[in-house]
């Protein structure tokens, strides 16, 4: 039987097949190795980030290119960019076993010392994933997951509704994007380790006009949230920095190594404090809980192994580390993009009317009943993927599809941020907001490596289908009570960069005006 969530993800993951690679080999174009017009192209990644790089480097070369790294920084041969769907399939699906590891910036290596799922690669990595997926693909506890989203998304709607029965014009003006934030931080501490966070409460205090603490009280729930913060922060501050130079700013006396290190001593103790009550309970006859760590603590292989303690803690991070920021950057996004497109809206009002009697929330089941928000859904994820770049380590040499050579080391770089924005891939209206592309039929003749905001393959994402779950449902949740109105100027594209995940620039945030709606209320 088809699951509620199947009309949402494609079937891009975990295929490892392979079949005879094409022969005939033709140079990939790119600059010439430390030449002017090198500088001039590697200059746009330092200046608008490797997504927007990505883009232009196919406009400029087609489909593949490569830059030379004559120095072999980080170990890498060259790097090539590819956006063609053909070619992704290749590496992601049908050549897979040359593609298997992803390749990593130094920092993150350094600070996951090669552990955990983000940072690990080959067996370790598949090991964890079998046993950490589980919970996010299965069906009944995916349903679980989806009460906690809906419950906490209730929550904010109650809020909302407080702030603006206290405003004399009925409506209020907030950060969507920070609101997303710390609704998806609760639902991802709840589903990780039954952990409540409040962070909607603070919702409260901020629309009240209270400021947030420092997170540096000795309570578990702030000590966490201080952690998790200072960690996202930092890191993105240095992804892209190599080690030997962070190492020498270290000796300088620039905070970021030792940053990372006491935000990443917090979280573990307080997630090995977590877990060590979790085992005596458990060890006590305990009920246990419907969690992530629950899971994982009863998780075992074929061969009877579980995850030790620290395993524990490495996966449980990572999960929340990779969940939270993204499904809230899509959720604020797609709030935007609905209400910057009153027909868009219009419809989307009309289908939740028609779906959702007076004051019923929404459910796991009746998202299938909802396409046109799961095609609005996806057409936000286009334009606007959460992370942009997905890279591979090539092991050996390779011919990909376009005839174009491959060497071993070199490094893939994937982008469903350029792919979603390839005029060659999606036409000449490719920056509209146009949720219709995603109708049944249309989506039926689209390529299936052509949409991949969830990356593909066996490293591909492993919450996509929790992530798109909970997007559809806080949406819903949300625009069932609210109407969203984006602060003029309005402009029809919003202007984004990434860090690690997707920001929303230096005004940092998605300021909206939020107003109570009727139900068949009228544009
Ligand atoms: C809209 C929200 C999300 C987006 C757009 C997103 C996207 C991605 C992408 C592009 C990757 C890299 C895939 C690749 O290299 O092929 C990834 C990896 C990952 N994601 Fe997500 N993600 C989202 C939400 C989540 C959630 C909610 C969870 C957990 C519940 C999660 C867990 C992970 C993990 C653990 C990895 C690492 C997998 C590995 O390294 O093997 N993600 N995600």
Same mark, same amino acid.
């Given at each position: 039987?088809?699951?509620? +969530?199947?009309?949402?993800?494609?079937? @891009?993951?975990?295929?490892?097949?392979?079949?005879?690679?094409? $022969?005939?080999t033709r140079p990939i174009p790119g600059p010439a190795p430390l030449s002017l017009e090198a500088l001039k192209d590697v200059s746009v990644i330092f200046f608008e980030g490797l997504h927007v790089a990505q883009l232009k480097f196919s406009e400029k070369y087609g489909p593949v290119c490569r830059f030379?790294?004559?120095?072999?920084?980080?170990?890498?041969? @060259?790097?090539?960019?590819?956006?063609? /769907?053909?070619?992704i399939q290749h590496v992601c699906a049908t050549n897979v076993r040359n593609?298997?590891?992803?390749? &990593? *910036?130094?920092?993150?290596?350094?600070?996951?010392?090669?552990?955990?799922?983000?940072?690990?690669? =080959?067996e370790y990595n598949a090991r964890h994933r079998r046993l950490c997926s589980g919970p996010f693909r299965n069906k009944w506890q995916l349903q679980r997951f989806s009460s906690v989203v809906v419950e906490r998304s209730k929550r904010l709607v109650d809020i909302f509704s407080a702030a603006a029965a206290a405003d004399p014009s009925g409506a209020f003006t907030t950060d969507v994007a920070t609101q997303t934030q710390r609704l998806t931080l609760d639902v991802v501490g709840l589903v990780a380790f039954s952990h409540d966070f409040a962070c909607v409460e603070q919702v409260q205090r901020d629309l009240a006009g209270a400021t947030a603490g420092d997170g540096r009280s000795g309570v578990l729930q702030d000590r966490v949230l201080w952690?998790?913060? $200072?960690?996202? !922060?930092? +890191?993105?501050?240095?992804?892209? $920095?190599? &080690?030997?130079?962070?190492?020498?700013?270290?000796? &300088?006396?620039? /905070?970021h190594l030792r940053q990372l290190g006491e935000a990443v001593s917090v979280m573990r103790a307080a997630m090995l404090d977590v877990i060590a009550e979790r085992r005596a309970s458990l060890a006590a006859g305990g009920r246990g809980r419907d969690d992530l760590l629950q899971a994982l603590l009863t998780a075992t292989e074929d061969d009877g192994r579980g995850l030790s303690d620290e395993e524990l803690w490495e996966d449980v991070h990572d999960i929340m580390g990779a969940g939270h920021e993204t499904t809230a950057t899509t959720t604020a996004a797609l709030l935007y993009c609905i209400s910057a497109h009153p027909h868009v809206r219009q419809r989307l009002e009309e289908e939740l009317d028609a779906v959702l009697a007076d004051g019923e929330a929404p459910t796991y089941e009746s998202l299938e009943r909802m396409p046109y928000l799961q095609a609005c859904a996806k057409e936000?994820?286009?334009?606007?993927?959460?992370?942009?770049?997905?890279?591979? !380590?090539?092991?050996? *040499?390779?011919?990909l599809p376009t005839g174009h050579g491959v060497a071993a080391g070199d490094v893939v770089f994937m982008s469903s941020y350029a792919l979603g924005r390839s005029e060659a891939v999606w036409g000449p209206d490719? &920056?509209?907001?146009?949720? =219709?592309?995603?109708?049944p039929e249309r989506e039926a003749r689209q390529h299936r490596f052509q949409w991949l905001p969830f990356g593909a393959g066996p490293r591909m994402c492993l919450g996509a289908s929790f992530a798109q779950m909970s997007v559809a449902l806080m949406a819903a949740t949300l625009l069932q009570r609210f109407r969203f109105t984006p602060l003029a100027p309005c402009s029809p594209l919003i202007p984004v960069g990434y860090d690690i995940t997707m920001n929303f620039g230096p005004s940092g945030g998605l300021r909206m005006r939020v107003a109570p709606r009727q139900r068949g209320q009228q544009q």
């Open positions: 039987m088809k699951s509620a +969530l199947s009309a949402f993800v494609r079937d @891009s993951g975990d295929q490892v097949a392979e079949t005879g690679a094409p $022969t005939a030379a790294n004559p120095a072999s920084l980080n170990g890498a041969t @060259s790097w090539v960019f590819i956006n063609s /769907p053909e070619n593609y298997s590891r992803r390749y &990593l *910036p130094d920092i993150y290596t350094y600070v996951t010392h090669g552990k955990g799922i983000l940072g690990s690669q =080959d952690a998790v913060n $200072t960690f996202g !922060e930092v +890191l993105a501050q240095v992804f892209i $920095t190599p &080690l030997p130079l962070l190492k020498a700013m270290d000796r &300088l006396g620039a /905070p936000v994820m286009r334009l606007y993927p959460a992370i942009p770049v997905f890279p591979r !380590e090539a092991a050996r *040499p390779d011919v490719v &920056l509209e907001f146009d949720p =219709d592309r995603f109708s």
